[in-house]
């Protein structure tokens, strides 16, 4: 240390010396002047020694010379602009003969400032040079979406890296385009990434937008997963802020990626207020939904988080996951069935929940059609009217009922017995008293148990075909997270028996969600082929949030709008009552007809034969008639 320290001042004072001579050559056309020895000498005596001072105090020798930058220029141009005052000091006291030329004001500070300035320049370069110029040519050739400043920050890591050789940007700001960055070009728009691909023999692709909106970076993996390449992101600006992560912390682009959900933000105090220090029941615990609910609402500080689950599987899987990852957060987790009133009694006496969420349900469409339809009414009606009933006996002060989208105009069992559970809660809310009653609405999760996502992985990892049951069948999406906290928002927003209904953005056809999943996966369509199977018992072609006699009005959040469904009659309670007594087992076709007279819009599908075709070998006047 001591060493490069003497080695990096004795640079900075032959520096000097080197620019007050060539100052003087300079000067006089590079022919050393007669009768200037002296004076020359003892100038360049007291300048070195104010130099010296003036790059100590300029903090020259805290950086490193490997990383010299902007702020190290800017230490020498301070060190500089003293040794210029120096200069001007000496010419302005020099009154002997002969004069030191006025000109040294201007010739010496360049000179310095070349010397010093390109010195470091020049052994940074050649120190890079050493440590990494061997990579330049080495690792796999990418493309770089985006020249900003996260295009530049990741072009200047991957310099470095082995495993990557940056050989093109691409940016849709004309300004930029026919430029270079750190020497690479910009060689078209994002529209025409597949032809720069194929014009730098590149099959990688790095989206570097940390601040770009949702929509541009899902169109930008969009295009990059149609032309086949493999497709990597950057962290977000948020992340990258915060410090949590590195502009070179990349990661595969994901299926999530492609669907362009914003980001949510929620009202924390509002959602602190409702939580913070209560006991918090949840059903379903152990679940796609319950599990993420009982992370988030573990952010907000409740007295205790009481885990309700009939699996002990699941149950025991989220209660590893908190003495992982939450030891602090105090849980209790109980197994018991929704069915089972003694159970939920115990429970509720015990423990006194304030805040009810109603996860658990059986909601597996096709299943529950067929073999199992008077199960599906036992579990998502009668489950929920006896913890709702619970609630309301024991006074919790907010009961919020995890419903879907297939309650709307239901065509299946599961979302008519999903109605008739929104239905149940509307009735008890009716009644009064302390509890409110909240149900939240929306449609498929990313990933969930049962759910597209993993099964069509799974499809894949054995090499196809992937099934998709109609060329023209969409659904909602949205991720676990943005669902729970959701949930959360529109818990704390409710005032009593509302029905609030999600964003959910636009619908995505499965077909497409398939092909690219596939190219996600390192496969092209001729890989692995897309095969149609048919709509399954229950299933729609499309989903809807709201029913015909339905109408929304806004609330205060851009991402919940609230439902307004016909009235529930008075009596409703009391005769529901005495069907869900009913001794089983009830045949499918004698539910059908009971949840026919709950829920007037559920229109049964009718059997229909079997789609079954390759993708592609449809034309859409096929589509049409099938």
Partial sequence: MLKRSVLVVLFDLLSAAAAWSLGFLLRFNFEWPSGYEVKFAASLTALMGVHALACRWAGLYRGMWVFASLPDLKRVLTAVGVSVVAVLVVLAIDRSLPNIPRSMAILYPLCLLVLMGGGRAAWRMWKEHRLYGGLRGAGKPVVVVGAGTGGAMLVRELERSPDW???ALVDDDPAKRGLELYGLPVAGAIADLAVVLKEFKAAHVILAMPSAASNALRQAADLAVRAGAHTF??????????????INAMRPVEIEDLLGREAVTIDS???????GGKTVLVTGAGGSIGSELCRQLAKFSPARLVLFEASEFVLYTIEQWFAGHQPGVH??????DVKDAQRLDEIFAQWQP?????????????LMEVGNAWQAVRNNVLGTLQVAQCAQRHG???????????????????????????????????????????????????????????????????????TVTHPEITRYFMSIPEAAQLVLQAA???????????????????????????RLSGYAEDDIRVEFTGLRPGEKLYEELLADAEETRETPHPKLRIARSRPVPADFLTVLGHWLDSVGPVADDAVRQGLLR????????????????????????????A
Avoid at 269 to 275: K, L, Q, S
Avoid at 492 to 515: H, N, T, Y
């Fill in 165 to 167: 050789r940056v050989v």
């Fill in 396 to 466: 919790a002060e907010r009961f919020v009922l995890v419903s879907t989208d297939k309650a709307v105009n239901p065509t299946n069992v599961m979302g008519a017995t999903k109605r008739l559970a929104e239905m149940v809660c509307e009735a008890l809310h009716s009644q009064g008293g302390r509890t409110q009653f909240e149900m939240v609405r929306f449609g498929n999760v990313l990933g969930s148990t049962g759910s597209v996502i993993p099964k069509f992985q799974e499809q894949i990892a054995r090499g196809g075909p992937v």
């Fill in 269 to 275: 105090a509002d959602v602190g207020a409702m939580i």
């Fill in 331 to 336: 849980i209790v987790p109980l197994a018991g």
């Fill in 492 to 518: 704390s927003m409710g005032r009593g028996g509302e029905i609030f209904v999600l964003d959910m953005g636009d619908p995505v056809r499965i077909v497409d969600l398939a092909r690219n999943m596939i």
């Fill in 598 to 625: 709950w829920v007037p819009e559920y229109v049964p599908m009718q059997g229909r034969p079997a789609l079954k075709v390759v993708a592609g070998a449809l034309s859409d006047g096929d589509v049409r008639r």
């Fill in 354 to 366: 304030a805040l009810v969420f109603h996860a658990a349900a059986y909601k597996h469409v096709p």
């Fill in 233 to 246: 992101t950057v962290p977000g600006l948020e992340d990258l802020m915060g410090g949590k992560v590195v």
